[in-house]
């Protein structure tokens, strides 16, 4: 159960990096709203997705990393927009921990959990225990994500911002991807 939940923290655990990258200030809020909702994310998706049961299964399956690659992407997307902003603070509207995003984000990270739910069902599993873990490890590895983007961000500068865009993309393409030759 902990590989499969660090495995699912992966993705969480990327876009926490970029968070921590382009956030100025990173706070204790800051770093405490993404990494709960992460961890609340993750925790209720494979519930979900466990009660979901074999039902939809072909019907999710058939889109759910279209869905996680366009979030991303409108993510990604933005930040990389906003970066080229000349006004210090319209650069900075773009809060990943705040809004619109944050759910976004949440959402895009977790979708895999729900596939998680959805197969822990069909082995006719319990799905309590899993759902802890999953959400514990998640917020886990955002705090750490956070800390380590804050570290790498005081290295690199204000342009890290298109660099984080870029990777939220790519996070995108990659599950896309893994989904079609997989």
């Known amino acids: 159960m902990i590989a499969i939940a660090v495995a699912l923290a992966m993705d969480a655990f990327a876009v926490a990096i970029v968070s921590g990258l382009t956030l100025n200030p990173l706070t204790a809020r ?36 279209w869905v996680a690659f366009a979030l991303l992407f409108f993510v990604g997307g933005k930040m990389i927009y906003e970066s080229f902003q000349a006004d210090e603070t319209k650069r900075t509207e773009c809060d990943p921990t705040t809004g619109l995003s944050l759910v976004l984000l949440s959402v895009a990270t977790s979708i895999d959990a729900l596939a998680v739910g959805l197969s822990l069902a069909m082995l006719g599993s319990s799905i309590i225990f899993p759902a802890v873990v999953i959400g ?22 204000k342009r890290v911002e298109v660099f ?8 995108g393409v990659k599950i896309v991807i893994e989904h079609t030759c997989g």
């Open 30 to 65: 800051r770093i405490f709203r993404l990494s709960f909702h992460f961890g609340l994310f993750q925790f209720l998706m494979p519930i979900i997705g466990w009660l979901a049961g074999i039902a939809i299964q072909k019907y999710i399956a058939a889109y759910d990393h």
């Open 164 to 171: 984080g865009g870029i990777i939220l993309c790519a996070i």
């Open 136 to 157: 514990i490890v998640a917020a886990l590895f955002t705090i750490g994500g956070m800390l380590l983007g804050r570290r790498i961000g005081a290295l690199w500068g």
